[in-house]
């Protein structure tokens, strides 16, 4: 049972919002320690899709940030439909998340993400009606009680609510390990992330088929040593040693690439790596005492999230499509980021 004493959730709801889907989890996060609050697009009583369920919103979406919450979750119905055209609405649920805070997505909660357009290379579930919105909106959709996808937790339908809550409120307490972790542990395993990262793409790049990707890979290798650098520079400040390099715990590793591996599988695992890294750095953000720790973890959050981006329209590009990182070939600076080099 996850302990959730202290966190504090926002459930968005509009007219038309599914009833069970809005009260059920309110009443299950609360009974597990969290503040739920209910947000709707202004303070006006809403009722239900099917008339069961009246609510009055806590709070107005114009009237919260999104640093004030751990956690945000989206309702089905007819809701979705009206908060996804509401501008307020939407700027907060694009700067939750970016913060990489768990976001739950339930039936037609997903069309509020949608226009946000934050689901490109996001898999997720939904009622099946939305599927090919969802496809358009660059998210790879699948049939399931419940999906996770880094932050995201999504389930397709009222019968779903038990799978969703628990799956939910696991996200949103943390891993017993990364609970656990102090900022020198936390600091090791990241540390040997780096390092199994850079190796990976180091030996990944030999077995590309084109120089575009080869250089990709190349680049990500040297992105993530200069990142083991940095770590492991803060680490000997803190601890006046070495850091300790530990390959078993890494998400990839140059044991990973195989003779036959194609650039498909390659670009995969690096996906699923990247995205989770980022969720890690987001939560040693979050939890770090340390002023200089908890800056550095977010820088590399928001990098690995950059590079899972980079992923997805590589991936692309080796299926047919087309890529808008053609400035590798050369080891040119990518267009429109002079200033940053």
Not at 125 to 148: N, W
Not at 275 to 285: C, E, L, N, P, S
Request: proline content about 4%; glycine content about 8%.
């Amino acid at each position: 049972m996850a302990e959730l004493k202290g966190k504090r959730v926002a459930i968005l709801i509009g007219p038309q919002f599914h009833d069970e889907e809005a009260t059920v989890p309110k009443t299950y996060l609360q009974q597990h320690g969290a503040v739920v609050d209910l947000i709707g697009l202004d303070r006006s009583q809403v009722t239900g899709k099917f008339g069961r369920i009246t609510l009055i919103p806590d709070k107005s979406v114009n009237e919260i940030q999104a640093d004030q919450y751990d956690g945000i979750i989206i309702p089905g119905g007819g809701a979705p439909e009206r908060i996804r055209v509401n501008d307020d609405a939407i700027a907060f649920v694009r700067a939750f998340w970016q913060t990489g805070k768990p976001v739950g997505a339930i039936c037609h909660g997903p069309q509020v993400l949608i226009s946000a357009e934050v689901l490109a290379g996001v898999t997720t579930t939904s009622y099946i009606g939305i599927r090919d919105d969802l496809k358009l909106a660059g998210a790879h959709y699948v049939d399931k009680e419940v999906q996770i996808d880094g932050q995201l937790v999504s389930s397709r339908k009222p019968e779903d609510l038990p799978a969703f809550n628990a799956a939910f409120a696991d996200l949103l307490a943390g891993s017993k390990e990364e609970r656990a972790l102090d900022a020198v542990a936390a600091l090791e395993l990241a540390i040997s992330r780096e390092k199994g990262a850079q190796e990976f793409y180091s030996a990944a790049s030999e077995k590309m088929p084109t120089e575009a990707l080869r250089n990709k890979f190349k680049y990500l290798a040297l992105t993530e040593e200069g990142h083991f650098d940095q770590l492991s520079e803060l680490y000997e400040k803190v601890t006046q040693r070495k850091p300790p390099v530990n390959l078993m715990a890494t998400e990839i590793s140059s044991k990973t690439v195989t003779a036959q591996i194609t650039a498909t599988e390659a670009l995969d695992l690096a996906m699923v790596a990247e995205q989770k890294a980022y969720d890690f750095y987001r939560k040693m953000a979050a939890l770090s005492k340390s002023p200089k720790a908890q800056e550095m973890f977010e820088y590399l959050a928001n990098e690995e999230l950059e590079h899972k981006r980079m992923l997805s329209i590589d991936k692309a590009t080796a299926q047919g499509g087309q890529g808008h990182f053609q400035w590798a070939t050369h080891w040119d600076v990518p267009p429109g980021m002079e200033d940053l080099w």
